[in-house]
């Protein structure tokens, strides 16, 4: 089984990704990570991050251990993954090792913004997460003050604003559900509520599934 999780920055994605991929079993990836790894190599060799042809080479040349290092996490990061995702030829170089990650058995659990759009149009549960500005603003600094950073809510909900913005409105690969995508909205949910909610989509899908092909 293939489960697509899309939102935007901040809705809880990653979070109800990892609780499904460990109920049914399955493989996670948080695409997220490799347009972050993009970034943090152009900022490392002092890239200028709008250079197109620069996110292109760094998005050929990503390796595994760059996928590990503790500074993807952090809010350049974030930003500057947001800049290079919007370049056509990054996202190109990294769809075959989305696809093939997806394809491997017993299935995955994949989050991003372009999964069940154009990485894996063919899953079988496609989730689309969202949650309002504010409370993802508020989530965000409650991580960042567990983590003992400096907060500024203000700034982040700017910096989410901005990220919806661009995401949303590239040419390629917008952020935006898939026809066949089910809306889950966290914003008065907690973790295990929207977990439940989503585990509650993902046995509807098999059982329509199961009654289709054996009828
Ligand atoms: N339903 C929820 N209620 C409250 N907090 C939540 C909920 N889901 C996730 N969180 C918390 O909100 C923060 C953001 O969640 P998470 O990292 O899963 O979001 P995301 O959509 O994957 O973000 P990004 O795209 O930026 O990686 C985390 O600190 C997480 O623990
Ligand atoms: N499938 C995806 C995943 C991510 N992006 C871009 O990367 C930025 C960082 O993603 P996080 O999920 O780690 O916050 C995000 O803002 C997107 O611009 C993408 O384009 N496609």
């Known amino acids: 089984m293939i489960v697509a999780i899309d939102g935007p920055a901040a809705s809880g994605k990653g979070t109800l990704a990892r609780r499904i991929a460990a109920h049914y079993g399955l493989r996670h990836l948080d695409s997220g990570v490799l347009y972050r790894a993009v970034a943090l190599r152009m900022i490392a060799q002092g890239q200028d991050l709008a250079d197109a042809e620069a996110a292109a080479r760094a998005a050929r040349d990503i390796d595994p251990a760059d996928l590990e290092d503790p500074a993807l996490r952090s809010r350049r990061t974030g930003e500057g993954a947001s800049i290079v ?48 500005a504010e409370e993802r603003a508020r989530r965000r600094a409650l991580e960042l003050t567990n983590r ?44 295990e509520t929207a977990f439940l909610a989503a585990v509650a989509v993902i046995e509807a899908r098999l059982t329509a599934g199961r009654t289709a092909a054996s009828g």
Do not use: H, W
């Open 85 to 132: 995702s919007a370049v056509p030829a990054v996202r190109a170089a990294l769809l075959d090792f989305q696809r093939r990650f997806a394809a491997e058995p017993p299935g995955a659990v994949i989050d991003g913004r372009d999964i069940g759009t154009v990485i894996c149009p063919d899953a079988e549960v496609k989730l689309f997460v969202i949650a309002s």
């Open 148 to 191: 003992g950073e400096p907060v500024d809510e203000a700034a982040i909900l700017a910096d989410i604003k901005a990220r919806d913005d661009r995401d949303m409105n590239r040419l390629t690969a917008p952020l935006k559900p898939a026809d066949d995508a089910v809306l889950v909205d966290t914003t008065t949910l907690d973790a």
